[in-house]
């Protein structure tokens, strides 16, 4: 499954800037929400074992999620995820990420990509299991990239998460029990190696145009579209483009114009 491959790159590239960081180096704070690089690590660790899981075993990812629940009720998922890893942080944590990460890409390079697996709300393919792994390292990777003052060099692989981000036009509005636009604006974005992306149908008055890491961001939520080139034509693409979230949850607005950057180096 080309999926799985597409996360193990992913998971590789953030490795490659996290592993040389030295324990101390790893506590600094990123600009999402006061988490450190750890926490971040963290998260990513803990919810690649919880896919796995939902692949391998739905017995214990059963377990897992009750665990999830019970924590919610008494703290919150951040409480949940450093009681989970109990002192596991620093260089150690790091390690074991990447150790678990590559099993798991080799798990989900196996498996059937049309297999129902449970998640916390409605069961999703293997596919779209691996495929919002590769978002979610992807998405969090980019404050860890920001906070590091360092460019992201991006691969033909980030097309899954364009495609998450088309899937998700109708859930960007239910989710926020708004009416879903008739028509998706017509997407034409430029990969990473040059080629040219297309989706929806071709409307002069609903489209969006420009780097396909940029859409990428604008889903993920980790750039306000101020602070992007995308060219957006029409209300619905610039409505769209104000609140879409290609991630599971309560509704989120994007982070505010200015605030999710590179840092200088």
């Given amino acids: 499954m080309q999926q799985a491959h597409d996360f193990h790159t992913e998971s590789d590239a953030l490795h490659q800037i996290v592993q040389p960081l030295s324990d101390s180096g790893l506590e600094q704070v990123t600009a999402f929400k006061g ?5 971040v690590i963290g998260h990513l ?3 690649n ?8 075993d739905e017995a214990v990812f059963r ?22 890893l109990e002192n596991l942080r620093g260089k150690a944590l790091v390690a074991q990420w990447h150790e678990d990460y590559k099993e798991i890409a080799k798990n989900f390079a196996k498996a059937d990509p049309k297999a129902r697996l449970p998640w916390a709300g409605p069961s999703m393919s ?12 992807w998405a969090h990777g980019q404050e860890i990239y920001d906070l590091l003052g360092l460019k992201r ?3 033909d692989h980030i097309r899954g998460i364009v495609v998450l981000g088309v899937n998700t036009f109708g859930w960007t509005y239910k989710n926020r029990r ?9 997407l034409v974005l430029t990969a990473p190696s040059g080629d040219i992306w297309t989706y929806g149908e071709e409307n002069g008055n609903e489209r969006i145009e420009g780097l396909a890491e940029e859409f990428c961001q604008v889903v993920t939520q980790t750039r306000n579209i101020a602070d992007t080139h995308l060219q957006v ?18 509704p989120v607005p994007p982070p505010p114009p200015g605030t999710r950057v590179t840092k200088p180096r």
């Fill in 126 to 137: 293997a596919r779209s299991s691996i495929t919002a792994r590769l978002m979610e390292t």
């Fill in 63 to 84: 377990a897992f999620f009750a665990e999830v629940a019970a924590s919610f009720q008494q703290g919150s998922l951040k409480d949940f995820e450093r009681n989970f």
């Fill in 178 to 186: 708004e009416d879903v636009p008739e028509q998706m604006p017509y």
């Fill in 49 to 56: 074992i919880a896919a796995d899981l939902s692949l391998r």
């Fill in 153 to 155: 060099q991006n691969g």
């Fill in 233 to 250: 034509t029409g209300a619905v693409a610039a409505d769209w483009m104000q609140k879409a979230q290609c991630f599971a949850g309560a």
């Fill in 35 to 39: 988490w450190t690089i750890n926490d």
């Fill in 45 to 47: 660790h803990i919810w």
